[in-house]
């Protein structure tokens, strides 16, 4: 067990089954993903079975089980991004990655996600890139959109 | 003194709004200037938006504002720079420029993007709690009374009448209940909820408060979704204040009341929007639904009577509380009283947010709310209700919105997004599209979900692709009925909705796809032919240079020919072409 998650386990003493949720969120949000060693943790501190937290973990979109890259590239598949073309946002930015969603790309630089919907719909096609949001963006613009987000290493927001 | 109130809800921000907060705090360090962050008027399609108030109070809306735009507008003084009436969208209260305000009747979003959702005082100011303080020297059964008289009904799209909702859970005799705000927002196309939660948390945990002294319940729990950041860092400043000034705590104003409120974040997991799979997410299981009776107003969270609302519901709460149930059943139709609010997106000049009373025809909501589709193109189709919704053909658009209505077409009111297309959207794409959705958001609990949404994608997906047979819209007709009928909640229930809406109002679209091998709305790529009319082609070799696949072959100044066999269809020649010489066949 890291001392990332040990700090966040602690954080819930005598914690309880509906902590878990909230304790896998706090585990990703230090490590990026939920380490096979981190569900063993997290099983252990709240004395449930491996497999429920397993369960838990691959049923709700949010968890990772594998480590995202250091630029975290989320594309909106949202409705209205998809009636304005976000499918060809999406192969677009696959063709410049060279990876499917899902995946990290070799040099470990990016990782590609598809999300059901961010909200920002008037502004859509919508890609976040490590948290900051790019509106009205084309398939052409994938590209450079990726490079910009590799200098500026997006922060704000 | 002089204020800029700048909106930096997430639509601002993804528009640029944080470097135009930043340049305006640089220019506030010289003192006489205030700047104010706030929600969002709902003018998506201007952002990013900034309210200018100069020294005489007068108000000036600019849209589409960038820093050194910033600069100008406050280098104006009193008297208004005419080299900025592109950007000025209205004045004061007057008229607006687009016409978009003109037919709003604005109750839930009422201080959204006018007033700071970061501070309580500016929410006291402009009225705050002064329900809340009303509902307390009232019985609760005279607050449930009130809600119920007002006609509201459940605004995540169940339509159940809100008042015999908190009826239910009143009535159970238990020491301990809950109240559950459903901020998981789950359709794709909709963000009411978010705008609501990031322009005015304060009002949404004042009608949790008054629903807690309705039905005696002690604890409140936000479920709010992961991927609302920005609401969810609101939402917390809002109930640490609210707390410290004894609006949640023990003894509420003295009242005797004690409530709490509490978030949790939610996963994704778009069947959470279900009550009693919201309540197995709470407790950390799957987000699975469970079979009902019991009822979650009986035996809910941790087995407590637990009441369930959306955010807009509650949000409708102090203003009817405040203003009498009266006020608000003179908005709207006989049976779909007051407001709603809409979020208007894909395929319309001007997206955004809007509040209108019940009853509006769709037609007058797309074209004098929304301005209409692009330039060049025809209203074809209004769908609503996301995943669990149905498309609606302009032909019915003079229809009014209310939930009688809009249930007959096939289609569901649902939570309010509302995804404008035209003539350039394939209905069976946008079937197979949400389709894809249910497909994957299915809790895989029920068989015919589980495995009748897989047939139903995949039929869908040999249609777009050309490949349909014969009697695959008879197949899928089956096949929906058949989930509709035997799953257990709405998820299931209605998956088969955006399917049966579009084959029901535009089968010749299928049957294009299936029998002629042809997609009328010139949009899926396995059914599109890229070709260059070469008798006008210059020979400028862009299209050439720009295509990722070199299936472009031409010498400079001589007609350019696209392999059909190497081509991937991503339409980059079409965009770069000078000429505009690339066709789409």
Same mark, same amino acid.
């Given at each position: 067990m890291t001392d990332a998650v040990q700090a966040v386990l602690e954080g819930y003493p005598q914690a309880r089954r509906d902590a878990l949720i909230p304790i896998l969120q706090a585990v990703q949000a230090k490590e990026g993903y939920l380490s096979t060693e981190a569900v063993i943790a997290v099983g252990q501190h709240l004395k449930l079975p491996t497999s429920k937290i397993y369960g838990v973990a691959t049923f709700y979109n949010q968890f990772r089980l594998t480590p995202p890259g250091r630029h975290h590239v989320q594309v909106c598949r949202g409705t209205a991004c998809h009636v304005k073309g976000s499918a060809a946002v999406l192969s677009g930015i696959q063709r410049a990655l060279k990876i499917e969603p899902d995946q990290t790309s070799k040099d470990g630089e990016y990782s590609l996600e598809v999300v059901a919907c961010i909200g920002a719909c008037g502004l859509a096609p919508v890609v976040a890139i490590d948290g900051a949001f790019f509106g009205d963006v084309k398939a052409e613009d994938a590209a450079a959109l990726l490079a910009r987000a590799r200098e500026m290493e997006v922060g704000d927001e | 003194m002089r204020r800029v109130i700048i909106g930096t809800a997430t639509c601002g921000v993804a528009a640029g709004a944080q470097r135009v907060l930043a340049r305006a705090l640089t220019l506030a360090e010289g003192g006489g200037l205030e700047v104010v962050e706030a929600g969002c008027v709902g003018v998506c399609y201007d952002e990013p938006l900034v309210e200018y108030i100069n020294d005489l109070g007068e108000r000036r809306l600019y849209g589409k504002v960038t820093p050194p735009l910033l600069d100008r507008i406050l280098a104006q003084g009193d008297e208004p720079d005419p080299a900025l009436a592109r950007h000025l969208i209205r004045v004061n209260d007057g008229p607006d420029r687009d016409g978009v305000f003109a037919h709003q009747a604005r109750i839930v979003l009422r201080r959204c993007g006018i007033v700071d959702p970061g501070s309580i005082d500016a929410y006291l100011e402009a009225d705050g709690f002064k329900a809340l303080e009303k509902a307390l020297g009232m019985d609760p059964q005279a607050v449930i009374q009130t809600v119920l008289d007002s006609g509201l009904r459940g605004r995540g799209g169940g339509g159940f009448p809100t008042g015999r909702k908190w009826g239910f859970t009143a009535a159970q005799p238990s020491p301990h209940k809950y109240v559950i705000c459903n901020a998981d927002e789950g359709d794709p196309g909709a963000f009411m909820d978010r705008s609501v939660l990031e322009g005015d948390p304060f009002a949404v945990l004042e009608g949790m408060i008054i629903c807690g002294w309705a039905v005696g319940a002690d604890k409140g729990v936000i479920y709010c979704r992961a991927e609302y950041p920005k609401a969810l860092v609101r939402l917390d400043a809002a109930i640490k204040q609210a707390r410290a000034r004894g609006y949640l705590g023990e003894d509420i104003l003295g009242s005797g009341l004690s409530f709490d409120v509490y978030v949790k974040e939610g996963a994704g997991a778009f069947v959470c929007g279900e009550e009693t799979a919201l309540i197995a997410s709470i407790e950390g299981k799957r987000g699975m639904p469970r079979f009902r009776p019991p009822f979650p107003a009986v035996s809910g969270l941790h087995g407590k009577p637990t009441n369930i609302n959306n955010v807009e519901t509650l949000a409708n709460i102090p203003w009817i509380i405040q203003n009498g149930a009266a006020a608000y059943a003179a908005m709207g139709t006989e049976k779909s009283k007051g407001t709603k609010v809409f979020a208007l997106a894909g395929r319309i000049k001007r997206g955004g947010l809007v509040e209108v009373p019940m009853g509006m025809s769709i037609r007058q909501l797309v074209e004098e709310v929304g301005g209409g589709v692009p330039e060049g193109h025809t209203f074809k189709a209004v769908q609503m209700g996301g995943p669990s919704g149905g498309c609606i053909p302009a032909t019915m658009a003079d229809l009014p919105i209310d939930y009688e209505h809009i249930t007959q077409t096939g289609a569901i009111m649902g939570s309010g997004g509302v995804v404008v297309m035209d003539d350039s959207t394939c209905m069976v794409d946008v079937a197979r599209y949400f389709l894809s959705f249910?497909?994957?958001?299915?809790?895989?609990?029920?068989?015919?979900?589980?495995?009748?949404?897989?047939?139903?994608?995949?039929?869908?997906?040999?249609?777009?692709?050309?490949?349909?047979?014969?009697?695959?819209?008879?197949?899928?007709?089956?096949?929906? &009925? &058949?989930?509709?009928?035997?799953?257990?909640?709405?998820?299931?229930?209605?998956?088969?909705?955006?399917?049966?809406?579009?084959?029901? /109002?535009?089968?010749?679209? /299928?049957?294009?796809?299936?029998?002629?091998?042809?997609?009328?709305?010139?949009?899926?790529?396995?059914?599109?032919? /890229?070709?260059?009319?070469?008798?006008?082609?210059?020979?400028?070799?862009?299209?050439?240079?720009?295509?990722?696949?070199?299936?472009?072959?031409?010498?400079?100044?001589?007609a350019h020919v696209i392999d059909e066999q190497a081509c991937i269809r991503c339409g980059k020649c079409v965009t770069v072409c000078p000429t505009g010489v690339v066709m789409k066949l």
């Open positions: - | 249910t497909q994957a958001e299915s809790c895989g609990k029920c068989t015919f979900c589980r495995l009748g949404t897989k047939r139903m994608l995949e039929i869908l997906e040999r249609i777009t692709e050309g490949k349909g047979k014969h009697g695959d819209v008879e197949r899928l007709l089956a096949l929906g &009925q &058949q989930i509709q009928s035997a799953s257990l909640c709405g998820l299931g229930q209605t998956a088969a909705n955006p399917v049966l809406t579009t084959i029901k /109002y535009f089968r010749e679209e /299928y049957d294009a796809h299936i029998h002629d091998h042809r997609c009328p709305a010139k949009s899926c790529a396995s059914l599109v032919i /890229y070709r260059i009319a070469e008798e006008n082609c210059t020979g400028c070799t862009l299209c050439a240079k720009a295509c990722p696949v070199d299936a472009i072959e031409g010498e400079r100044k001589i």
